[in-house]
C-alpha cells in the first residue's frame, strides 16, 4: 500500500547570489535577510498545519538549503537529516562565479539537450535526473512519518517528474519561488497526486512573494 502521509517539497529561501547576479548550482551562498524571514514564515506555517504527527526533515547539504531546514527544523522541533543527493543541478567550474564570468566557460547548446553539459565537470539534466530520482525511489520505500525536503528549484522539477513518472527528457516547466511549499501525495484512489505547486500565500502578508507578473 502507497504511504498515506505526503511528501512536502520546500525551495530555501532568497540566497546571496540571488542578489550579487552569481550563478546557483553548487555555488554555496548564504539566505539574504529576505531568506531568513521566508523560511520563519514557512516554519510557522507548517507547525500549524502538520501539528500532529512526528515530520521527518531532509535537505540538501548546500548551505542556504541547510539554513532554510534549520529554521524550519526549530518550528517544527524536528532534527535535520542532510542528504547530497538533494543537492541542485551540479553547474561544474561555473559555481561561485558571476554570470559574466561563467559565459566563458559555457559549452553551447548539443542534442540530445538531457546529455547537454552546459559548463565544464557539470552534470547535464539526465544525469542530475538519475541521481535525484534513485534517492527518491529509496527514501520514498521507507516513508512513514510526513517528510519535509528543504531544496532547490531544479530539485523539486526533477522530484516532481519522478513522481508523475515522466520520461526524463519532458520538457514540462513551472515556477518554484524561494520559500515555496509544494505538497505530493496519494490521492484516495491511490494515484499520484499533486496537491499544490509553489504555494507562496505564507509570504503575502509581509510582501515577500512576487505578484503576477504581466
Partial sequence: MPPRYPLI???????????????????????????????NRLGERLRQELGGPPTYLGCSHLRRAVHTAEIIGLWLETPLNVHHSLSDLN???????????????AIPPSQPIVDWQPYPQAESWRQFYHRVSKFMDKFSEGQEQPAVLVTHSATVHAIVAWWLKLPVDSRTHF???????????????????????????????????NPIKL
Avoid at 546557483?24 to 521566508?38: A, F, H, M, R, V
Avoid at 553547474?91 to 566557460?105: F, W
Fill in 9 to 39: 517539497l520546500i525551495r530555501h529561501g532568497q540566497a546571496e547570489h540571488h542578489t550579487k547576479a552569481i550563478t546557483g548550482g553548487w555555488t554555496d551562498s548564504d539566505l539574504t535577510e529576505t531568506g531568513i524571514q521566508q523560511a
Fill in 175 to 209: 515556477e518554484v519561488a524561494p520559500g515555496s511549499v509544494s505538497v505530493l501525495r496519494f490521492n484516495r484512489w491511490r494515484e499520484h497526486s499533486i496537491e499544490r505547486l509553489n504555494d507562496t500565500a505564507h509570504l503575502y502578508a509581509l510582501g515577500l512573494s
Fill in 91 to 105: 553547474n561544474g567550474v561555473a559555481a561561485g562565479k558571476t554570470h559574466a564570468e561563467a559565459r566563458s566557460y
